[in-house]
C-alpha cells in the first residue's frame, strides 16, 4: 500500500490544505508536481517491495545504502545521517486487546512494530509492515486540518510524539504486574507463588529485557535528533526534546521495573529454601522422636537372661514411661528453640 500527503505552494509563501492521494500512479503525479513546483511531501509504505523502494529512492535521491537499511528487517533503533536526509529507525507497541481483561493479561506486551522514518528538509517517507496507531492519528489530523505545518520538523514531531508516548499504557500494564508479584513474593503473609504466578514472573522479566532492548537505543537515537542540529533540517533541537525526555523516562522505568522483578524471583526462591529447610527440620526432629523408642524398645526387645526391671510393679511400663518422657523433653526442647509448631 502507497498513500500520499501533498502540501503544494499556494499563491504566497504558504502552503495549500493536503492533497490526499492512494495508490503508485496517483502517487507519482503527485511527487512530479512536488518535483517541479515545490512544497511539502508525506509518503507512507505499507510491506513495500523492492520495485517502490528503487521508485521513491530515484524521486528523493535517496542512497542505495539507505534503502538497504530501510528493507532490513528487526533493525536495531538508530538514527542515519546522509547528506540532505536522515533515517530514523523507531518501534511503535502494538495495540493491546480490549475485548476483555483475561486477554489483555494474557498478552505479551513485548509485541512491537517496526517504522521507518525517511526525513528530507521537504519531504517523509514512512515504511512499516503493518498499520500504526500513532501514525494513523497523525495522518488523519493532518489530512483533515485546515492548518497547514509550518515545515517538514513539525510533522516529524507529532508522528514520533505519538509513538513513544504509544509505550506508556503498556509500561502501566507491566508496573501493576510487577508489583502484583512482587507483594505476593514480599509480603505474601504465608502465600506462596503458584506455577501460573511463577510462569509469569519469568515471562514478564523475558518481556521487559525485550523492551528494554529496543526503548535504550530509541532514547538514543532521539537524543541525536534532540540535542543536533542538522543543517538540512530545519528544527530547532529544543522542541525534540519534550520526546527524548519522554523515551529517558520509559527506560529508566524499564530498568526500575526489571530490578524489582529479580528482587521478586530472589524472594520467591529464598521462600522455596525455607521451606525445604523448615521441612527438613520437621522430618529430623521426627527421626529423633522415634529413635528413642526405637532404641527402647531393641534393647528391652533383646533376650537376656536376667532383665532386673521385670520385678519392679510397673514391669515393662518402665521403658515405655522413659520413651515417653524422652520424647516429651526433646517435644518441648525444639518448639521453644527451633520454632517448629508455632
Known amino acids: 500500500m502507497i498513500r500520499s500527503l501533498y502540501w503544494g505552494r499556494g499563491d504566497g509563501a504558504s502552503f495549500r490544505h493536503p492533497l490526499r492521494s492512494d495508490g503508485e500512479s496517483a502517487c507519482a503525479s503527485d511527487w512530479r508536481a512536488w518535483q517541479r513546483n515545490g512544497g511539502l511531501m508525506w509518503i507512507d509504505l505499507e510491506r513495500p517491495d523492492r520495485r517502490q523502494m528503487d521508485a521513491i529512492a530515484q524521486v528523493f535521491d535517496l542512497h542505495q545504502v539507505a534503502i538497504n537499511v530501510v528493507m532490513a528487517e528487526r533493525s536495531r533503533p538508530k538514527l542515519m545521517t546522509f547528506d540532505h536526509y536522515f533515517i530514523l529507525t523507531?518501534?511503535?507497541?502494538?495495540?493491546?486487546?480490549?475485548?476483555?481483561?483475561?486477554?489483555?493479561?494474557?498478552?505479551?506486551l513485548d509485541r512491537v512494530e517496526e517504522i521507518e522514518l525517511i526525513v528530507g528538509e521537504r519531504f517523509l517517507v514512512t515504511v512499516h509492515e503493518g498499520p500504526l496507531p500513532g501514525l494513523e492519528g497523525v495522518w488523519r489530523d493532518h489530512e483533515q486540518a485546515d492548518a497547514t505545518p509550518v515545515d517538514m520538523s513539525e510533522v516529524v514531531h507529532e508522528l514520533m510524539d505519538g509513538v513513544v508516548d504509544l509505550f506508556f499504557p503498556v509500561l502501566d500494564i507491566m508496573v501493576d504486574r510487577v508489583e502484583e508479584i512482587q507483594e505476593t513474593a514480599f509480603v505474601g503473609h504465608g502465600e506462596q507463588l503458584d506455577k501460573d504466578q511463577v510462569r509469569e514472573l519469568f515471562s514478564l522479566k523475558k518481556q521487559l529485557n525485550n523492551l528494554h532492548r529496543i526503548l535504550d537505543p530509541q532514547r538514543a537515537a532521539i537524543a541525536v535528533l534532540a540535542r543536533q542540529e542538522l543543517p538540512f533540517f530545519r528544527a530547532e533541537g529544543a522542541s525534540f526534546q519534550d520526546i527524548f525526555d519522554h523515551a529517558v523516562r520509559q527506560s529508566d522505568n524499564l530498568a526500575v521495573y526489571v530490578?524489582?522483578?529479580?528482587?521478586?524471583?530472589?524472594?520467591?526462591?529464598?521462600?522455596?529454601?525455607?521451606?525445604?529447610?523448615?521441612?527438613?527440620?520437621?522430618?529430623?526432629?521426627?527421626t529423633l522422636f522415634l529413635s528413642i523408642p526405637a532404641f527402647m524398645f531393641t534393647l528391652y526387645g533383646m533376650n537376656f537372661d536376667h532383665i532386673p526391671e521385670a520385678a519392679l510393679p510397673i514391669g515393662h511400663g518402665l521403658p515405655v514411661l522413659l520413651t515417653l518422657l524422652a520424647d516429651s523433653a526433646l517435644f518441648v526442647y525444639f518448639n521453644r528453640k527451633l520454632k517448629l509448631f508455632a
Open 90 to 108: 523507531m518501534y511503535s507497541p502494538k495495540p493491546l486487546p480490549v475485548t476483555s481483561a483475561r486477554l489483555a493479561r494474557l498478552t505479551t
Open 259 to 286: 530490578d524489582l522483578l529479580v528482587s521478586a524471583r530472589e524472594s520467591y526462591l529464598v521462600r522455596v529454601s525455607n521451606v525445604l529447610a523448615n521441612a527438613a527440620k520437621i522430618l529430623m526432629t521426627l
